[in-house]
């Protein structure tokens, strides 16, 4: 296609005129012999030489405007698409030598990223009133409203916001005495800041494999990497799907072992009619932007026992004492989330059912578009009572090569996202998982999530099936 576009700076007014007539983009990419871009002419470009008096027969090398924007093979579609605007419809796409090797345009290939916030409720008002109030640090309403809505959201007593989903992580561990010395269950598909956490608080984390239909950590895999030195298990709800927190809970309870929920990933979700995050000694969500609600930067630590709550709020301020202030009883953190994170995360909290909602309807737009696509397989519900909501949907790609479709895809202007690499394919981690974890290897290999978010319209569902196509 692009050869349509291409004229030689020897041709001629009129042969170039042919040219954009056939093409139909009002536009001619000019080379010379080399075959290097050297400029570029408009239809509105002949138009004006003829007007001035240049004869239909002469050479247009001698007319071509030689500032012209352009991208280069190795550019990101994002960035591509940043440098077009109401001006510039069309843009070559060239390699190293300045050859042309493709275009880009506007209309057919709108950028569909993966993920984007959608903040078209209160978020922009109390936003703006926390501002005005001029309570913009980590005191004011809005905190206590985030703190006290999200916990009785998901059915616990107490909530901690924090400045992330990793620190939250971080606090829970070093609230509940975890350190050197003690061993952290986790599972091996995980975004890196689960295992993370556990690295910065000293201890040792112990990487075990996943479920095959679930994704999440198989309770199996833990009972076999419990050892004497195991204090903690943490439960990823990857992907929007809650835990066998039944399996877990009863481990636990065995062993004595502590349970940190991340739920970075399921605000929502439920396991036998309770919601994730009630089921832990302490829970932790993450209000990144691309999370099911957000806050922009933002996190929470949830927990149902009142000792732990102060220590949680203790820790997050430094190890300050709550009834002296500037006496310090240990060494804290400044992990405070500020008002102005939390008026937008109330905003969003309102909005969770909608939100939620949304979600699932977009989930099932996919399962329509790729239904007699045998290469896409969705997952299935876990066998286990419990209610899925959707992060971001995923995908396993059965039969193709993963990688080469979201090349593919993003040609097109869509992204999707691969899974986590497994912890234990990294070198960093690998020396933490005590066994082999081949069903995450084979999941992760296969994975793919799809764009999901709010906005996401007709027009966008139709860009994708037309890629499919
Ligand atoms: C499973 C999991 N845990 C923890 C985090 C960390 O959250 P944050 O990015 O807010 O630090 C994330 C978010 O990316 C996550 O997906």
Redesign the pocket.
């Known amino acids: 296609m692009v050869n349509k576009l291409l004229c030689k700076e020897q041709d001629s007014l009129l042969r170039t005129l042919q040219i954009i007539n056939e093409n139909a983009r009002g536009v001619v990419f000019v080379t010379n012999e080399d075959k290097k871009m050297i400029g570029l002419v408009t239809d509105g470009d002949i138009r004006r030489l003829l007007l001035d008096g240049v004869q239909l027969d002469e050479q247009i090398g001698a007319h071509v405007n030689r500032k012209f924007a352009f991208a280069r093979n190795t550019d990101n579609v994002q960035d591509i698409a940043r440098k077009l605007d109401d001006r510039v419809k069309i843009i070559p796409i060239l390699d190293q030598s300045d050859q042309v090797i493709d275009f880009y345009e506007i209309g057919n290939k709108s950028y569909v990223p993966v993920a984007a916030p959608s903040l078209k409720g209160n978020e922009f008002k109390y936003l703006t009133d926390a501002l005005l109030s001029t309570w913009i640090s980590s005191k004011g309403k809005y905190i206590n409203r985030l703190e006290n809505e999200f916990s009785e959201y998901c059915g616990t007593q107490y909530g901690i916001a924090v400045s992330?989903?990793?620190v939250a992580?971080h606090l829970a561990l070093v609230a509940l005495n975890v350190g050197p010395g003690d061993e952290v269950i986790i599972p091996d598909l995980?975004?890196a800041?689960?295992i993370n956490a556990v690295l910065h608080c000293g201890a040792t984390p112990v990487i075990v494999d996943i479920d095959e239909d679930t994704w999440c950590i198989d309770p199996a895999k833990i009972q076999k990497a419990l050892t004497s030195k195991t204090k903690a298990i943490i439960p990823?709800h990857?992907y929007g799907t809650p835990c066998d927190m039944g399996a877990i809970m009863s481990i636990a309870q065995d062993k004595g072992l502590y349970v940190i929920e991340?739920c970075?990933?399921a605000h929502g979700a439920e396991f036998e009619g309770k919601k994730v995050g009630s089921f832990g000694d302490i829970s932790t969500f993450?209000f990144?932007a691309n999370k099911i609600i957000t806050c922009g930067?933002g996190?929470i630590c949830l927990t149902n026992n009142s000792e732990l709550d102060k220590r949680l709020r203790k820790l997050r301020d430094h190890g300050m004492n709550t009834s002296k202030r500037y006496w310090h009883d240990e060494v804290g953190y400044n992990y405070r989330m500020t008002n102005l994170q939390a008026s937008i995360g109330v905003a969003q909290l309102e909005r969770i059912d909608e939100i939620l909602e949304r979600r699932n309807e977009i989930k099932g737009q996919y399962q329509t578009i790729y239904q007699n696509c045998k290469e896409v397989v969705f997952q299935n519900k876990p066998k286990y009572d419990s209610k899925t909501v959707v992060w971001l949907v995923c995908a396993l790609i059965e039969g193709k090569d993963r990688d080469e479709m979201i090349e593919h895809y993003k040609s097109e202007g869509v992204e999707l996202r691969p899974f986590f690499y497994p912890l234990s394919a990294m070198e960093i981690y690998a020396k933490y998982a005590p066994e082999p974890c081949p069903v995450t290897e084979k999941i992760s290999q296969k994975g793919i999530n799809f764009p999901t978010y709010n906005e996401l319209e007709k027009k966008h569902f139709n860009a994708i099936e037309k890629v499919l196509k």
């Open positions: 992330n989903g990793t992580i995980t975004f800041a689960t990823v990857v991340d970075a990933e993450s990144f930067e996190g």
